[in-house]
């Protein structure tokens, strides 16, 4: 046997050493993954294809919780990098760590419906949606189809009926964990309750690999996604009357705001409402009344046609292709000069500001009460900007004007950006203190350290 000894950089810019002939000791019940099997190259690519040159040792597709704890045991013996992946979707490319082990949690899907649904860990949100609504429940999660519910969640886990029905981590009322240990815990309000509280916003990878989930659901309502048509050059306006109209809507109301680049610029508002399309009217003429509204779209739907709507999955779901971009977020807890946003977005790049309301439900609860901290925000600011073509200091050299030119402060964790100043306080805020204590006592020897770990 050849047991040549092989030096990973990690992503946490520490060294690491393990044996590139050692994987037999990692007995799976699934399948390991290495370089030079067939699909290796199609199993490593991460969503963002900006880092789809990085090159794990190997990738775990684990079949059961035990594959994951073997995993985690072996990264830990060998001090390799190790991730726990979902639906590929790390905007840093975290969970695809360079020379280090994926722990793939794909297999670990499936949802279980009624008021406490049972999801495990590698369901995408079109397929929650699917089974959720089939039998008639609800619970607020990401329209990305092909996102996993792992990393929403544990980020926060923003919504279209967030302003309802509060964030996806407000649902979770149990989880199955796996720690770096090797140890399954089962984890609630009652059972090591500083993880539960960390795993309610305190972000993917930080303490454990999450199996599964139990969250809290609500009775499937009809829903009415909107979009209002607004003049071409009205972009200030628009969003001038955009952050206005957000301080009375009431909690049915969910909107975002879509700041596109390109020269000129644009701008789109749309929205979802829980309810009838004539409580929504009175509502959409407030915002007529700010800015000229060309024309409305509005088409009521049940809730499952509503999320394969978001979802862009009406006719079927194309398949999931991935960008190469680089990404960021604001959270903000003030107005933007409306003047200022859109001249960020004047720009010959392909782009995007995406504006989410926050409020409603998000906001009764104390920033304290889970490791989410945003819970005075009046929005979220998601921030893309498309990398084809174009080397990545470019490319980030532009998101960092669009971001930092915003004049907010702090971050959505799930946008997450390697490059973020500050990035404990913006995304984590007060809550950073109490997290870091969490991550050191679950994981004292950082078997799960990546950059951007708390």
């Keep these: 046997m050849d047991f040549r000894r092989r030096t990973f950089i990690g992503a946490a810019g520490l060294a690491f050493t393990g044996w590139d002939r050692d994987w037999h000791r990692l007995r799976l019940s699934g399948r390991l993954v290495l370089p030079g099997d067939p699909d290796y190259d199609v199993q490593r690519r991460p969503f963002n294809t900006l880092y789809e040159q990085r090159r794990p040792a190997a990738i ?8 994951v704890a073997r995993c985690l045991e072996h990264a830990s013996r060998e001090r390799l990098p190790v991730a726990a992946r979902s639906g590929r979707h790390s905007y840093a490319g975290y969970s695809v760590p360079e020379g280090g082990l994926v722990v793939d949690l794909a297999a670990l899907a499936g949802v279980r419906p009624g008021r406490e649904a049972v999801v495990g860990a590698g369901t995408s949100m079109i397929e929650l949606y699917e089974r959720l609504g089939a039998a008639g429940r609800l619970l607020p999660g990401g329209t990305c189809r092909s996102v996993g519910i792992g990393g929403l969640a544990l980020g926060g886990g923003i919504s279209v009926v967030a302003r309802a029905y509060g964030l996806t981590c407000d649902h979770l009322v149990g989880a199955r964990v796996v720690t770096p240990d090797g140890c399954l815990r089962r984890v609630d309000a009652e059972h090591d309750p500083d993880l539960f509280w960390a795993l309610r916003g305190g972000g993917g990878g930080n303490f454990g690999v999450v199996t599964s989930f139990r969250f809290g659901t609500a009775p499937a309502r009809d829903l009415v996604p909107f979009v209002l048509i607004t003049p071409p050059g009205a972009e200030v306006d628009v969003f001038g009357a955009w952050q206005e109209w957000l301080a009375d809507l009431p909690d049915e109301l969910w909107t975002a705001c879509r700041l596109e680049m390109g020269r000129p610029p644009s701008a789109l508002v749309s929205g979802c409402w829980v309810g009838t399309p004539e409580g929504l009217a009175p509502w959409l003429d407030r915002f007529a009344a700010k800015v000229p509204v060309l ?20 006719d079927g779901c194309p398949p999931v ?24 977005v004047d720009r010959p790049r392909s782009g995007a500001i995406l504006f989410d309301s926050f409020g409603g ?20 600011a998601q921030i893309f900007v498309d990398a084809t073509g174009v080397a990545e200091a470019e490319a980030r050299r532009e998101l960092a004007e669009v971001r930092d030119g915003l004049g907010a402060s702090g971050g959505y964790v799930n946008y997450i950006d390697p490059e973020m100043p500050d990035w404990r306080a913006a995304y984590y805020g007060r809550n950073h203190a109490r997290l870091h204590r969490v991550a050191r006592r679950y994981d004292p020897d950082r078997v799960l350290a990546f950059p951007q770990a708390v």
């Design 361 to 380: 439900a998000i906001a009764r609860v104390r920033p304290d009460a889970t490791a989410f901290p945003h819970r005075d925000a009046s929005a979220s």
């Design 321 to 344: 292709e991935g960008n190469r971009f680089v990404a960021s977020s604001r959270v903000l807890r003030g107005p933007v000069d409306p003047a200022t946003a859109v001249r960020l």
């Design 60 to 67: 775990a597709l684990c079949a059961t919780e035990d594959d």
């Design 295 to 314: 024309s409305r779209d509005v088409r009521p739907m049940d809730y499952l046609t509503a999320m394969r709507h978001f979802a862009g999955c009406l």
